[in-house]
């Protein structure tokens, strides 16, 4: 386990760097465009600090931008904007008051500042996109003492419309493909424009900016604001370490606000959470040890199995299964409540060191997903007993992980199988960002459960009825770009399944989970899968304990279900399926790759990129390009988002299961589209073996 | 541009909240209602007058009474930052190690009267070693001493901190309280590193117990003080 001995972030007080080599000048501020910098229009060399992740919101000129900025690496951060331009022309055949805009962003420091060369970055705004936001940089930012920093740049696109300096070559104004494509022949290229800016930062909690902007607004100077001037003005401050506010006179005409909130995955509001105090390990007197009495009495098994049953729930922890032998037990459980699987471990391991007989010496704990044994952790319990003071790193080194475990090695606890989970309550689906309206929202009730029927086997439903909302909205006077020879549509009708209340079948699956060697894994699902399709579903994965690539294969064959969601089923059907590998690259990056043949009959190949984090926290991209040509697939040319995982268990404190999974997709069309089925192996896998515990291993003793 | 048009085309779900569902569902299984519970957790503690330091009569009363219902070492306990005062009642030795138990299960480890582990705290001390300090005060002697402390980061990984300590002793008190009636030393150990700086605080009976102390258990914790009332 890495132990650190740096400035760790639970301390509040932050080392002042020390001027020694090269600085990589993170700034707290975020400008109106919601990326990291100290300036207000312009761009800086700045970078936040690493991970943070930004969620920024501004207006001015009539114009709303809500944008979310993730700091990737200490030197790389992405933004995503939603835009909406209140009295923006945008052609006559827009009916909408306001214009919605999405763009996407990249900054990239090249160099950190030292003490005679100024940091410098390069940027691409909105370089995916429509090209409204389009605009390249390179930018240098230079430190004069502690709380001046000077900022010079050029710009191109719309970062060189005003004032324009030079002018490279012609800038093409087609875009690439069906738009959604990199436009990378426009980048550095047509009319060059410099810029500059002075950033003052008067205490930790304000600072003051002036700019010289290099954009001349030129499609909204006149029927949004006016551009009298390229000067800009604005001071921030902040509120704490999460909440800022700027406000800035710009262009010598209006006022701009922003907020921005920032958020550290690295760190946590409440540091190992405020779980109740585990059960302290249980020393075994020295005379028991060789005591072997118990392993006769006929009805001693039985009640050490109640003993642990009761004492594992306590800690919200289910037993599954025993195997219990006169120096080793080998228990199954279900872990409910812990996010952190070490917590789990490191509890089990104490509750055992407390109910088992004196003579056990061994104490094996496997991990139950859906009946399913996955990895498992085993420990001397003399070790648990010597390191319970000691560093959660000296027990780590004790650990031994495997996977080999099968369900029928265990007698099954009693009370398991079969048994019904199940839930009651309201549900707010949420659409945000489309390009035709900020927010859509659906109240539903949601009733679903789970019944358990025997180790493996689970059959599983969910249930919707609409209470209200929006979510089926089609604003008047759609008119639309109408993708040539467009493929059937196999997502983009999503809307049509949100019209009427229901009931609404949301999934009602029979699936069968079990391990077919040690190393494979295998889920068959069969039933209403999804919302939009139902048929039949079948994954195998093969997993090494002690690997960091696992390769899966899915094949399904489903028919698209009717729009009211209940039984029947419309004429499309189709055989989709993916071969996919995962690899744990380090350092907290994970990627995967998923080739094969996707719902609208199109070949391809979908590439993800996760940054994980070691409290739940998943930050990642992916894009998919099928063999659908841009012109079929509409504007955006392919498949592209962003994703966010926030665990319940970092927002409130408590351990808990939950997250709030977040997708932005670029535009949800048809081709490159997968199906939903739940249960799928890979997380709950990986999550039970070595490698990812040791991630978070400092939680075993907590 | 040229995209006006084209980005009214079909969209759908982008997002959804399931954990908007948790604030007000129920059910069978952990986590349903976790907001609920979180919220209310708060406003209760918030409410909760019991959890506050007692006047001096109405401690002695408690002190008596719950000494009479346990033959257990009992101590009382305050956490200066959330002004919450606790009974502790020792519920387990390990070795040289000890914890302490509150009736809301949080727990704290100590050697000989000095924390080395706190639990259910929130940005819990995970682990310690205090080997060099414990020898100088029990030895009553001025002196200089390192001590780590093991917290985890927001990632859940383990992460050292070491601290220079001196000691010095400081006077003598009397105490009498629940069923320890001495005279002890007094003695005050500072500790500075990481570009923080805490002071600790102990009384030693003259057989080398620490009978009450105020001790610096981690930078979001702070001082908790310890009373030894057996």
Redesign the interface.
């Known amino acids: 386990m890495r132990k650190r001995t740096l400035q760790p972030a639970i301390l509040a007080l932050a080392l002042t760097p020390t001027m020694i080599g090269a600085d990589p000048q993170t700034t707290p501020w975020i400008n109106m465009y919601g990326n990291p910098g100290g300036l207000i229009d312009m761009p800086t060399a700045e970078v936040a600090q690493d991970a943070r992740l930004v969620t920024g919101l501004s207006y001015f000129g009539g114009t709303t931008k809500t944008a979310l900025t993730f700091q990737v690496t200490p030197k790389l951060s992405g933004s995503f904007r939603y835009s909406a331009l209140n009295g923006f022309d945008a052609g006559p055949r827009y009916t909408l008051p306001s214009y919605y805009d999405r763009s996407f962003d990249l900054h990239y420091q090249l160099f950190e500042e030292t003490r005679y060369r100024p940091a410098i970055a390069l940027g691409l705004r909105d370089l995916l996109g429509t090209g409204l936001y389009e605009g390249e940089y390179i930018v240098a930012t230079k430190s004069i003492g502690k709380k001046l920093r000077l900022t010079g740049g050029l710009g191109w696109g719309r970062l060189g419309s005003h004032n324009t300096a030079t002018t490279f070559g012609t800038r093409p104004s087609e875009l690439l493909g069906g738009g959604g494509i990199p436009n990378y022949d426009r980048w550095f290229r047509g009319p060059m424009a410099p810029f500059a800016g002075i950033s003052y930062q008067h205490n930790a909690r304000l600072s003051f900016a002036a700019e010289y902007s290099s954009d001349a607004y030129l499609r909204e100077n006149g029927d949004m604001f006016a551009v009298k001037s390229p000067v800009n003005l604005g001071i921030n401050y902040k509120l704490n370490n999460t909440v800022q506010f700027g406000a800035a006179y710009m262009y010598g005409s209006t006022f701009g606000l922003n907020v921005a909130i920032t958020l550290d995955p690295k760190s946590a509001p409440v540091i190992g959470g405020n779980d109740p105090a585990p059960q302290p390990v249980a020393l075994r007197k020295k005379t028991a040890i060789a005591d072997l009495g118990w392993t006769f009495e006929a009805d001693q098994k039985a009640q050490i199995t109640k003993a642990l049953a009761n004492a594992l729930a306590r800690e919200g922890i289910k037993l599954e299964g025993l195997k219990l032998a006169a120096t080793k037990a080998e228990i199954m459980i279900h872990n409910e409540r812990y996010d952190i699987d070490s917590q789990a471990i490191g509890r089990t391991m104490r509750v055992m060191s407390r109910v088992l007989p004196a003579s056990v010496a061994t104490f094996t704990v496997t991990q139950s997903s859906r009946g399913m044994p996955t990895g498992s952790v085993a420990l001397a319990r003399a070790d648990l007993e010597a390191l319970e003071n000691a560093p959660a790193s000296a027990i780590l080194q004790r650990a031994s992980f495997s996977a080999q475990s099968r369900a029928r090695d265990f007698e099954i606890a009693q009370g398991r199988f079969p048994r019904l989970a199940w839930s009651f309550g309201p549900l707010v689906k949420l659409s945000a960002f489309d390009p035709d309206s900020p927010v859509r929202a659906d109240l539903v009730a949601h009733l679903e459960g789970q019944y358990h029927i025997s180790p493996g086997w689970v059959a599983s439903g969910a249930f919707t009825y609409k209470l209200g909302g929006n979510l089926d909205g089609l604003p008047e006077g759609r008119t639309g770009f109408v993708a040539v020879d467009p493929a059937y549509p196999v997502r983009s009708d999503a809307r049509l399944y949100a019209s009427g209340s229901g009931p609404k079948i949301d999934h009602l699956t029979l699936a069968r989970y079990g391990r077919l060697s040690d190393n494979l894994y295998s889920r068959v699902t069969v039933g209403y899968l999804e919302q939009m399709y139902a048929g039949a579903s079948g994954e195998l994965l093969w997993k090494p304990v002690n690997s960091r690539l696992a390769i899966g294969a899915e094949l399904n064959y489903v028919a698209q279900r009717d729009y009211d969601q209940q039984f029947g089923t419309r004429g499309y059907k189709i055989a989709t399926g993916h071969i996919s590998a995962y690899y744990d690259l380090g350092n907290g990056f994970h990627t995967q790759l998923d080739a094969g043949r996707y719902l609208a009959g199109d070949w391809g190949v979908t590439t993800s990129l996760d940054r994980e984090f070691g409290n739940g926290w998943r930050i990642g991209a992916y894009v998919t390009k099928t063999n659908l040509s841009s012109e079929s697939f509409g504007e955006g040319s392919f498949d592209k988002g962003i994703r966010i995982t926030v665990p319940m268990s970092w927002a409130i404190g408590s351990a808990t299961k939950r997250s709030a999974p977040l997708t932005i997709q670029s535009l949800t069309r048809d081709g490159g589209a997968r199906l939903n089925v739940n249960g799928r192996l890979y997380q709950s896998i990986r999550s039970s073996h070595g490698a990812d515990m040791a991630k978070t291993w400092g939680r075993f003793w907590r | 541009?040229?995209?006006?048009?084209?980005?009214?085309?079909?969209?759908?779900?982008?997002?959804?909240?399931?954990?908007?569902?948790?604030l007000?569902?129920?059910?069978?299984?952990?986590?349903?209602g976790?907001?609920l519970q979180?919220i209310r957790g708060a406003v209760l503690k918030k409410a909760a007058p019991s959890s506050a330091i007692p006047d001096a009569t109405e401690l002695k009363r408690t002190i008596t009474e719950a000494l009479a219902n346990t033959d257990k070492r009992l101590a009382v306990a305050v956490v200066e930052r959330h002004n919450t005062f606790t009974f502790l009642t020792e519920?387990?030795?390990?070795?040289a190690?000890s914890?302490w138990?509150s009736p809301?299960?949080?727990?704290l480890?100590e050697?000989s009267g000095l924390v080395?582990?706190s639990?259910?705290?929130?940005?819990?001390l995970?682990?310690a070693n205090v080997g060099e300090s414990l020898a100088l005060i029990q030895g009553q002697r001025a002196g200089s001493a390192i001590r780590s402390h093991?917290?985890?980061?927001?990632?859940?990984?383990?992460?050292?901190?070491?601290f220079s300590c001196s000691f010095a002793p400081t006077g003598q008190q009397t105490i009498s309280i629940g069923e320890i009636h001495v005279t002890t030393r007094t003695v005050e150990e500072r500790c500075a590193g990481?570009?923080?700086s805490f002071q600790n605080n102990y009384r030693v009976s003259s057989t080398g117990r620490i009978v009450q102390s105020r001790q610096w258990i981690?930078?979001?914790i702070g001082h908790i003080t310890i009373q030894k009332l057996r």
């Open positions: 541009m040229g995209s006006v048009l084209e980005m009214k085309q079909h969209s759908k779900l982008l997002l959804v909240f399931p954990a908007l569902l948790l007000a569902a129920c059910g069978n299984q952990p986590g349903h976790t907001g979180a519920i387990a030795r390990n070795g190690y914890t138990g809301d299960r949080r727990t480890s050697q080395t582990a639990r259910g705290l929130g940005a819990d995970m682990s093991i917290y985890l980061d927001g990632e859940n990984q383990e992460v050292s901190l070491i990481h570009g923080l981690g930078p979001k």
